[in-house]
C-alpha cells in the first residue's frame, strides 16, 4: 500500500516537474524583453534597443518551425517558437512607433526654429515594397515589418515544400536555424560599439540572455546533444559576455558620443 502511494506521489511530482520544465521553455525566452518593452514605453526611446534583434530572432524561429517539417521535435520548443515570433512583433510595433514619433518631434523642432508652419512638416516614408535595400528593416510602419516577414516564410516554406525529402536540406535548415539564433547579441553588440555607449539597453535583458544561455549550453554538452547546438551554444554565451563588458567598460570609461546618422535610424527600431 505505502509503496503503491509512493509511486503515486512519485508520478505526480515527475508531471508537476515535466510541466513546469515545458512552461520554462515556451515562455522562459520572452522573459528578458519584458523590462525592455516596459523601459522603451515608459521613456519613449527605442535608440538602446536594435531592431535587428527582432529580425535574427524572426528568422530563427520561421526556420525552426519549417524544420520540424523535416524533423520532428518537443511540442514546448514548437509553441515556444510561435511565441517568441509574437513577441518580437509586438516589440517591433512599439519600437517603430516610437522611433516615427521622434523622428516626427525632431522634425518639429526643427521647423518651429525655422519658422516654418507646421503643415509643412513631413517624414519621409520608408516602405517595405519599394524595394530599397538602403531602407531594409528600417520602415516608417508597422505593416511594412509584417509584409517582410510573411514574404520570407512563404518563400522559406514553399522552398521547404520542394525539398522536404532531402536529407541533407533539412539538415542544413536546422543548422541554419540555430546557428541564426546563436547570432542574437550581435545586432545589441555591434549597436553599442556604433553608440559608444549602452544607454538605453536593458542590462537586465543581457543578464537574462547569459544566464538562459549557459543553461542552455551546459544542457546540450550534459546531454551531448549534436556538435552544432554547443558549438552556437557556447558563441552566444561568449557575445553575452562580450556585451556585458561594453557595459563595464562605457560605463567606466565613457565616450564622447559619436555621429551615428544611417545608424541611428537602422539599428535601433526595434
Known amino acids: 500500500?505505502?509503496?503503491?502511494?509512493?509511486?503515486?506521489?512519485?508520478?505526480?511530482?515527475?508531471?508537476?516537474?515535466?510541466?513546469?520544465?515545458?512552461?520554462?521553455?515556451?515562455?522562459?525566452?520572452?522573459?528578458?524583453?519584458?523590462?525592455?518593452?516596459?523601459?522603451?514605453?515608459?521613456?519613449?526611446?527605442?535608440?538602446?534597443?536594435?531592431?535587428?534583434?527582432?529580425?535574427?530572432?524572426?528568422?530563427?524561429?520561421?526556420?525552426?518551425?519549417?524544420?520540424?517539417?523535416?524533423?520532428?521535435?518537443?511540442?514546448?520548443?514548437?509553441?515556444?517558437?510561435?511565441?517568441?515570433?509574437?513577441?518580437?512583433?509586438?516589440?517591433?510595433?512599439?519600437?517603430?512607433?516610437?522611433?516615427?514619433?521622434?523622428?516626427?518631434?525632431?522634425?518639429?523642432?526643427?521647423?518651429?526654429?525655422?519658422?516654418?508652419?507646421?503643415?509643412?512638416?513631413?517624414?519621409?516614408?520608408?516602405?517595405?515594397?519599394?524595394?530599397?535595400?538602403s531602407s531594409f528593416w528600417l520602415w516608417s510602419r508597422f505593416v511594412d515589418y509584417l509584409q517582410c516577414v510573411l514574404t520570407f516564410t512563404a518563400a522559406a516554406g514553399y522552398v521547404t515544400y520542394l525539398l522536404l525529402d532531402s536529407?541533407?536540406?533539412?539538415?542544413?535548415?536546422?543548422?541554419?536555424?540555430?546557428?541564426?539564433?546563436?547570432?542574437l547579441g550581435t545586432p545589441q553588440l555591434y549597436c553599442n560599439y556604433q553608440n559608444k555607449s549602452t544607454e538605453g539597453m536593458s542590462i537586465k535583458m543581457v543578464c537574462m540572455w547569459t544566464s538562459g544561455d549557459t543553461f542552455k549550453t551546459a544542457y546540450f554538452l550534459l546531454t551531448q546533444a549534436p556538435v552544432q547546438f554547443w558549438v552556437c551554444g557556447l558563441l552566444q554565451v561568449f557575445v553575452d559576455l562580450a556585451i556585458l563588458f561594453q557595459v563595464y567598460y562605457y560605463s567606466r570609461y565613457p565616450q564622447k558620443p559619436v555621429s551615428h546618422t544611417a545608424h541611428t535610424t537602422s539599428a535601433k527600431a526595434l
Open 1 to 133: 500500500m505505502e509503496d503503491e502511494l509512493f509511486q503515486q506521489l512519485t508520478y505526480v511530482l515527475n508531471q508537476l516537474v515535466s510541466w513546469f520544465a515545458a512552461g520554462a521553455m515556451v515562455f522562459g525566452g520572452v522573459v528578458p524583453y519584458i523590462p525592455q518593452y516596459r523601459d522603451i514605453r515608459r521613456t519613449q526611446n527605442a535608440e538602446g534597443f536594435s531592431s535587428y534583434v527582432c529580425l535574427v530572432l524572426l528568422v530563427a524561429n520561421i526556420l525552426r518551425i519549417l524544420f520540424r517539417f523535416g524533423r520532428y521535435f518537443e511540442t514546448p520548443l514548437l509553441w515556444q517558437s510561435i511565441i517568441m515570433i509574437i513577441t518580437m512583433l509586438i516589440m517591433l510595433n512599439l519600437c517603430t512607433s516610437v522611433r516615427v514619433a521622434a523622428e516626427l518631434s525632431t522634425k518639429r523642432r526643427v521647423f518651429l526654429a525655422s519658422d516654418s508652419k507646421d503643415e509643412e512638416i513631413k517624414v519621409p516614408k520608408k516602405l517595405f515594397l519599394d524595394f530599397d535595400w
Open 167 to 183: 536529407p541533407l536540406y533539412v539538415e542544413t535548415l536546422g543548422f541554419l536555424a540555430v546557428f541564426t539564433e546563436a547570432m
